[in-house]
């Protein structure tokens, strides 16, 4: 920049401190002014002194103020960017790579490494010769009468141990009957619910699944028989059935909730699969529908699916509080008084040891914190699946605060669309089901028959995001009042690094359902096929 002065003009140029950083005192030495230096009007101004050879001094001068320029160039100070660059947020301490906001939402949606697991489910040559004699001799002298109780997934449930049964005593399936549902009152038949003939379709190789009873055997009274024990192994159906069954040729079984053995051989294992995630098709109104759900769901992009289990009755059957208003906490704990019965074991635990023990369902609070913890992103598309909160849609009001929005069934359904299923409890749960099956990411508030058969469909379709909260370990920093949200957010997320849906071997975890972990019996890899033969 230029002035002018008296007549004279001025030149002044900037030079960065790093050049005169870099001139060490060797290089160059202030001199008080001489005589003949002085001049009249100078103001006694210190010159710089020469050394005798000024050539080679001019070009060290010159090769030392590169080298500063380029060195202020790399340190450019902050408040001054260049317009033509992006700018960085700055790292973090714990990691050498920041990522941007767009990269946090992406991390949440990132899907984790399948590993190369499929479906297989190769059946022995010895297993389909069984079927094939069966088919020609026993299975149409003997029947097998279910009746399964429950809601829908602990039907689910029953249905898959019902048809194994059937194939462990060689008989035909009547189709199963649906025990009237004593708290929703719901009354639908098995073809309300699941496409009948595509599930005798699917099946033909393994059961033959029939109607009702012949007329040759509709006079038959039927053995009876009472509850299965935990873990009942096909040799112990054997030897307590097939003599019956056989002299009689119909049998009815009754609460086979949980009571098939967990382990059973491997063709019995992959027909489990079977019927879990091919043989039980929804009915077609409730796959349209389900369909239409998901469909806007995604219409902006992918979404996020909750199981929250908040109703009242959940609060009374597992010993826990709502964490609403103390009055809230109060109707709970009369209605267990009232109903002693409904609480599912361990009556001898207090509310707080059912809570750190992880056996609580997660309130909105508890949920909100979570995923704020693992960074789902505010503008998040999430479903919630589940019935009616205790405490109503206030109870939901901590997520609706941090996450708008917030949608399930009822807010995307159109006018008239839900009518038809309206008292059919065990239809909208099924509406429910597949909406959170289609979800990029799912995660249930509590552990249940939903989120067993979620887990293993969600497997057995590519491994797609299960978020399973680890309770027991994380509640007693969501307890921990002094703890700062930075640090809670980031020990939250470390716990759950590992819980996100990734392949488990179900052989490493004693008495783990096949229709929840199908891997190693229901999917292969590369490494695993290639073990087998």
């Not at 408040?79 to 992406?106: A, N, Q, V, Y």
């Not at 189709?175 to 073809?191: A, C, H, K, M, T």
């Not at 289990?309 to 964490?323: A, F, Q, S």
């Not at 008239?416 to 979800?439: R, T, W």
Request: hydrophobic share 40%.
């Amino acid at each position: 920049m230029a002035t002018r002065g008296k007549g004279r003009r001025l030149a002044y140029i900037t030079v960065p401190s790093a050049i005169l950083h870099s001139l060490s005192s060797a290089s160059l030495v202030l001199s008080p002014p001489s005589k003949q230096a002085s001049r009249p009007g100078g103001g006694g101004r210190l010159l710089v002194g020469l050394p005798r050879r000024p050539f080679l001094f001019l070009l060290l001068l010159f090769l030392v103020a590169a080298l500063g320029t380029i060195r202020a160039g790399l340190h450019l100070h902050p408040i001054l960017p260049c317009p033509h660059l992006p700018r960085r947020r700055p790292l973090s301490s714990s990691s050498s790579l920041s990522l941007s906001e767009g990269d946090s939402k992406l991390d949440f949606w990132r899907q984790p490494d399948g590993m190369g697991f499929a479906p297989c489910l190769e059946f022995s040559r010895e297993y389909r010769a069984q079927g094939e004699a069966a088919a020609r001799t026993g299975r149409r002298k003997k029947y097998l009468l279910v009746v399964v109780s429950g809601g829908l997934n602990q039907q689910r449930n029953q249905i898959v141990d019902a048809v194994v049964i059937a194939r462990i005593l060689g008989a035909a399936l009547v189709v199963p009957v649906l025990q009237v549902n004593v708290i929703w009152s719901d009354e639908s038949e098995f073809g309300d619910v699941f496409d009948l003939e595509h599930f005798k379709r699917v099946l033909a190789d393994d059961v033959k699944v029939v109607s009702s009873l012949p007329s040759t055997h509709i006079m038959t009274r039927p053995v009876q028989e009472k509850e299965m024990p935990l873990q009942a192994s096909p040799d112990w159906i054997r030897s307590r059935y097939m003599k019956k069954l056989n002299r009689e040729g119909v049998l009815l079984l009754r609460g086979l909730d949980s009571r098939l053995s967990k382990d059973l051989p491997s063709d019995l294992q992959k027909l489990r699969c079977k019927v879990a995630f091919h043989a039980l098709r929804f009915a077609a109104p409730i796959e349209e529908l389900g369909n239409k759900l998901a469909t806007r769901m995604r219409s902006h992009g992918p979404y996020l699916a909750l199981h929250l289990r908040m109703e009242k009755d959940v609060w009374v059957r597992t010993g826990c509080l709502p964490g609403l208003l103390p009055e809230h906490d109060a109707t709970i704990r009369q209605e267990r008084k009232l109903h002693p019965k409904l609480l599912t074991g361990r009556s001898n635990m207090t509310y707080h040891e059912r809570k750190l023990a992880g056996l609580c369902p997660l309130n909105a609070v508890e949920v909100t914190r979570l995923l704020k913890a693992l960074e789902a992103p505010r503008d998040a598309r999430i479903y919630w699946a589940g019935g009616e909160p205790f405490g109503g849609r206030e109870a939901l009001l901590p997520l609706t605060r941090n996450f708008p929005n917030l949608f399930n069934k009822l807010d995307l359904a159109l006018p008239g669309e839900l009518e038809p299923f309206a008292s059919k409890s065990s239809v909208l749960a099924a509406i429910d089901y597949m909406v959170c099956e289609q979800s990029d990411v799912f995660m249930p508030s509590h552990g249940g028959n939903m989120g067993h058969l979620m887990r293993g469909h969600r497997a057995y379709a590519g491994h797609r995001k299960y978020i399973t909260p680890n309770k027991r370990q994380m509640l007693p920093y969501f307890l921990d009042a002094a703890l700062p949200e930075e640090v809670f957010n980031r020990v939250v997320k470390e716990l759950h690094r590992g819980s996100v849906g990734q392949p488990e071997m179900r052989t490493d975890k004693t008495g783990k359902d096949v229709t929840a972990f199908p891997v190693p019996e229901c999917m292969c890899n590369g490494t695993s096929m290639r073990s087998r033969h």
